[in-house]
Antibody, heavy 119, light 108 residues
Framework: QVRLQESGPGLVKPSETLSLTCTVS????????WGWIRQSPGKGLEWIAY???????SYNPSLKSRVTMSRDTPENQFSLKLSSVTAADTAVYYC?????????????WGRGTLVTVSS | ELVLTQSPGTLSLSPGERVTLSCRAS???????LAWYQQKSGQPPRLLIY???SRAAGIPDRFSGSGSGTDFTLTISRLEPEDFAVYYC?????????FGQGTKVEIK
């Protein structure tokens, strides 16, 4: 059974860098593609970043200048860095697997981690 | 930039009723990449439908999806108590994933 677990600081100061890691069990990260999605309190879902099985990345254009996604294949983890954060970046951050065969949807999600941006 | 507009914002229904949720795209999109998710309070989204009409693993057949071009629909044939939740559509265009703003299905 594939499981994803987000980890990282729950509180980040404004202007600093948010760093999160997603640890995958039950599947090799090099065999799939993966994404980060966030959800601000009481709001909808916003896609942040994506890394394919070959290691190529794509980012939400509205966040692109501040986002970096990478992977650590030996550790079976992938990570997200979001720089220069503000209160608007307060959200639950989810990591997810792009499954569904050739389709481009996210079939398995982590439980999410709440990151609050505050001094 | 693709925008997905879901309607209505909220639906108040009773168990046993039939539900039809709408997702309209601001430009014509490929049905191959249209998906629907269900989210309950405090939980991550759960994939229901992908490729417009394919049910994800373990999803009951009371959930069905249809549509093409700019108009897509999620139908729940008969609402069960566990179906009261928020539903999101999602599309992929030009290396970008976009979600609709969600439709809440609440108990009447």
């Amino acid at each position: 059974q594939v499981r994803l677990q987000e980890s990282g600081p729950g509180l980040v100061k404004p202007s600093e860098t948010l760093s999160l890691t997603c640890t995958v069990s039950g599947a090799s990260i090099s065999s799939y593609s993966w994404g980060w999605i966030r959800q601000s309190p009481g709001k909808g879902l916003e896609w942040i970043a994506y890394i394919n099985h070959g290691g190529s990345t794509s980012y939400n254009p509205s966040l692109k200048s501040r986002v970096t996604m990478s992977r650590d294949t030996p550790e079976n983890q992938f990570s997200l860095k979001l720089s220069s954060v503000t209160a608007a970046d307060t959200a639950v951050y989810y990591c997810a697997r792009r499954g569904c065969g050739d389709s481009l949807c996210f079939d398995i999600w982590g439980r999410g981690t709440l990151v609050t941006v505050s001094s | 930039e693709l925008v997905l507009t879901q309607s209505p914002g909220t639906l108040s229904l009773s168990p046993g009723e039939r539900v039809t949720l709408s997702c309209r795209a601001s430009q014509s999109v490929s049905g191959t990449f249209l998906a629907w998710y269900q989210q309950k309070s405090g939980q991550p989204p759960r994939l229901l439908i992908y490729d417009t009409s394919s049910r994800a693993a373990g999803i009951p057949d009371r959930f069905s999806g249809s549509g093409s071009g700019t108009d897509f629909t999620l139908t729940i044939s008969r609402l069960e108590p566990e179906d009261f939740a928020v539903y999101y559509c999602q599309q992929y265009v030009s290396s970008t994933w976009t979600f609709g703003q969600g439709t809440k299905v609440e108990i009447k």
